[in-house]
């Protein structure tokens, strides 16, 4: 059964960090680019960030750049989004898939929400 299932949202600060997984199982994970995408309250999907399959080459929209670091651990499965100097319109449901082509069922998401 394919499956994503992302973790680790919260409650933080302004200027603070979180480390978001995504657990991943049901299909070769090492062989896809994977991505995170985000839906802030009211808006529709916005990608974040998207990684290839060795985790050599990264990109970010420019709104996280420089702030977000994507990775991803093939052996375990897991594709990561750091998130350092969180600011208020980080506010959203992150969720990850593969890429270019969303082609797996979304999981449910995990919320981070940004707020002093």
């Known amino acids: 059964q394919v499956q994503l299932v992302e973790s680790g949202g919260g409650l933080v600060q302004p200027g603070g960090s979180l480390r978001l997984s995504c657990a991943a199982s049901?299909?070769?994970?090492?062989?896809?680019?994977m991505i995170w995408v985000r839906q802030a309250p009211g808006k529709g999907l916005e990608w974040v960030s998207h990684?290839?399959?060795?985790?050599?080459?990264?990109h970010y929209a420019d709104s996280v750049k420089g702030r977000f670091t994507i990775s991803r651990d093939n052996a375990k499965n897991t594709l990561y989004l750091q998130m350092n100097s969180l600011k208020s319109e980080d506010t959203a449901v992150y969720y990850c898939?593969?890429?270019?082509?969303?082609?797996?069922?979304w999981g449910q998401g995990t919320q981070v929400t940004v707020s002093s």
């Open positions: 049901g299909f070769t994970f090492k062989g896809d680019w």
């Open positions: 990684i290839d399959t060795s985790g050599g080459s990264t």
């Open positions: 898939n593969t890429w270019p082509t969303e082609r797996l069922s």
